[in-house]
Structures are given as C-alpha cells and as structure tokens.
C-alpha cells in the first residue's frame, strides 16, 4: 500500500510543477509588435492587455483617427501572435500534465 501511495504522491507532485510552470509561463507572456514603418510598437502580455506603447514624432503627425486605427491593428497583429503562444503553452500543458 505504501507504494502506491508513495507513487500517487509523486504524481501530484509531478503534476504541480507542471502547473507552476505553465502558470509562470503564462504570467510571463509578453509579445512586441512593430508597425511595418516602426513609428507604432505595442506589447501585450498573456491576456493581451496593452502593457507598453510608443510612438516615434512621426506617428503622432498624424490625424488622431489614423492613428488610433494604425494603433488598434498593430495590437491585432500581437493578439494573433499572444493567442498562438498561449496555445503552445496550452498544448504543452495538455501533454505534460496527462503523462505526469
């Protein structure tokens, strides 16, 4: 009996340092985007929450409107790039914690 609970024991274990990682790998997602001429550059974290934003003088030459679009689709492009991060993460997880 002391074995097997010896092995369940090890299992849990197993099983939260894999949902410690995946944890402090999601807490530390942070993805950077460029717009194609670098006047915009954003970065989101793991929820995609803007946590940085600069703009060079030469963006902010421009109509407020413009601007605030060309803002909005470059945190669209970093929101592709947080989802397909956080889905790597996600399947990793996945595959660790069922053969942990």
Same mark, same amino acid.
């Given at each position: ?5 010896? %092995?369940?024991?090890? %299992?849990?274990? !197993?099983?939260? @340092? ?26 989101? !974290? ?14 902010? @030459?421009? !109509? ?8 909005? !689709? ?5 929101? %592709?790039?947080?989802?397909? %991060? ?15």
């Amino acid at each position: 009996m002391s074995e097997e609970m010896d %092995r369940i024991e090890a %299992r849990a274990h !197993d099983q939260l @340092r894999i949902l410690q990682r995946t944890s402090a790998e999601l807490d530390g997602l942070r993805v950077a985007v460029s717009s194609p001429d670098g006047a915009i550059r954003v970065e989101l !974290d793991g929820v995609c929450a803007l946590v940085g934003l600069t703009l060079t003088p030469a963006a902010c @030459r421009t !109509d407020g409107a413009v601007l605030g679009k060309r803002i909005v !689709d470059v945190c669209a492009v970093a929101a %592709r790039e947080v989802q397909v %991060r956080r889905g790597a993460v996600m399947e990793r997880f996945h595959t660790d914690f069922a053969a942990g």
